[in-house]
């Protein structure tokens, strides 16, 4: 109960924080802070007294991800997956691990000496089950000579790891014909293909959950490595990218209501409706972390979840477009000694209040989230003792990665979806 007292405390202490602190235009990244302070409070005492003499790095740090979209191009798929680009729920052809994703998705083409281009990999091509991958596309059929074809689930995803991983963070890129022996060991094409390359086109509909595998993987290996550096890094990115998973529009392809004429509703439901209400409604009393066993069914069921609200987001709010006088849905504020048209309080308000609680629900469900993630990681570490932690420097290549970051996020202009 202490611990209840104290997180209310710092709560009204920490809004004074978020709130002052001046920051470029993205109104999500207030969520972001807040969620990544609160969560600190839902730790175990074996964890709490390190997460809070940190909790300023955790919260400021929690945009890091957000500011790296304009340092790095492939960034912006980590923060999002578009659902319906996989059909309906349980959505059961889409891999649910790295690999099969990208041996199911990843476009890689081979050019032939007669300079016809053929896609060998890619949405389309293979069909995988759980022993194996069988070629549907007609035209590799045709190349390969045959109408059957097929190889071991073992073969295909060592091919995704060694060849597709490695490459696939770069525009365009090329693989040596070698590569391909690993799928087509026998196949008498080969001797006439002249390139092998591939595209990132196949992440353009998101990437997040593989992203919080990959992110989670990373937090257990600082624990183990205890490198406090890298610990808070990871988990103030890793806290953004869960809170990310929890916001329905960051699961579909009409991210911000542009498909259904409702355009800036990302911001309306993420941000504006946070910045207006969280402080004076918002509870965020939300328990104390559990271990999470399976982390990757975990992270799945949170965005299945969050697509589920999807729906909901959309409907109310153009109802309520329709309701609500039109010519008190917009008002003007200033805000960084600038004048910004935005969506007027008690508009705000109605919104929030018809959506009956999701805001809410699910900022607090993300903040339990980060926790539980964050403990978890901690315990498959093997609970390192924190109190050994001792302050590094930042490595020369940490701290101008910093600088790189907080420079290109000045100067403009990101990568892909403007989402927070
Ligand atoms: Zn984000």
Known sequence: MKRSILSILILFLSFQYLSAASDPPAWGFFGHRLINRMAVFTLPPEMISFYKA??????????????????????????????DQFGYYPFESLPRTWYPFLATYANVYVVLDDKDTVRVMGEGVWRGSNKEYKVISDSLLALLDTQYYRVPLRDMHQFAAFSINKAYRHD????????????????????????????????EHGLLPYNLDEMFNRLVKAFVAMDKNAILRLSAELGHYIGDAHVPLHTTKNYNGQLTNQDGIHAFWESRIPELFADEEFDFLVGKAQFIKETNDYFWKVIFDSNEGVKLVLDIENNLKKSFPEDQQFCYENRLQQVIRTQCRDFAKAYMVALDGQVEDRMREAIISVGNIWYTAWVTAGQPDLKLLKDAQLSAQEQADQEELEKKFQQGKGYGRNHE
């Open 54 to 83: 940190n909790i300023e790095y955790l919260t400021e740090h929690a945009v890091d991800p957000d500011k790296r979209r304009y340092a790095a191009r492939l960034e912006a798929a980590r923060h999002y997956m578009d659902m």
């Open 172 to 203: 365009e890129w090329e693989y040596s014909r070698d590569s391909l022996k690993g799928i087509f060991p026998n196949a008498a094409f080969l001797s006439r293909v002249t390139k092998v390359f591939g595209n990132a086109s196949f992440s």
